[in-house]
């Protein structure tokens, strides 16, 4: 490889790297366990991966067209060990939705329809995915406030908890 083609590729690869984007690591999720005791450690998807992010952007401002999140999948596989071919199900909780824009809306109703945020549906094919989703057309360009108070939550194929936001130690 000549300088001149390394020189390039760190071209192209810098928006990348620089980034506008926050990357957030999902670690798998286990059962719940009921009560006060200790429960042994199950996996409550029998689904695996090698690595999956979230991607959100790093502006302080959002509006029409913009990036809502992005996923990155790497090693999905299913519970006899090979690569999935598939969809799996990024789920954002329902969020506090405030308008402020002119005319004002106020703060729509936590059990309104309008606040719902719709699953986001992620093509796997051989155990890998780089999904983006945009924001809608309608979404008001100013004076909107949406409040997150949990974790997006990604299901496997069979529609049971695979993964989420937070941190683990090696194994």
């Known amino acids: 490889m000549t300088i001149r083609s390394s020189f390039l590729l760190l071209l192209a690869a810098a928006p990348a790297l620089a980034g506008g984007l926050n990357r957030s690591p999902l670690v798998p999720i286990y059962a719940r366990c009921p009560g006060s005791g200790n429960c042994p450690a199950v996996r409550s998807s029998s689904y695996t991966f090698d690595s999956m992010y979230l991607y959100s952007s790093r502006t302080t401002y959002s509006g029409p067209g913009k990036l809502a999140l992005m996923l990155q999948v790497k090693g999905l596989k299913d519970p006899n060990g090979s690569l999935v071919t598939g969809r799996i199900t990024v789920v954002v909780p329902q969020s506090r939705v405030t308008i402020l824009s002119d005319p004002p ?31 809608p057309a309608n979404t008001p360009a100013k004076g909107l406030v949406v409040n997150t108070f949990g974790a997006p939550i990604v299901y496997d194929p069979e529609g049971k908890e695979l993964a989420s936001t937070g941190t683990q130690s090696k194994p």
């Open 105 to 135: 809306l106020g703060t729509i109703g936590d059990q309104s329809q309008l606040a719902e945020q719709p699953p986001y549906v992620v093509d796997v094919k051989n155990g890998a995915a780089r999904a983006k989703f945009l924001t």
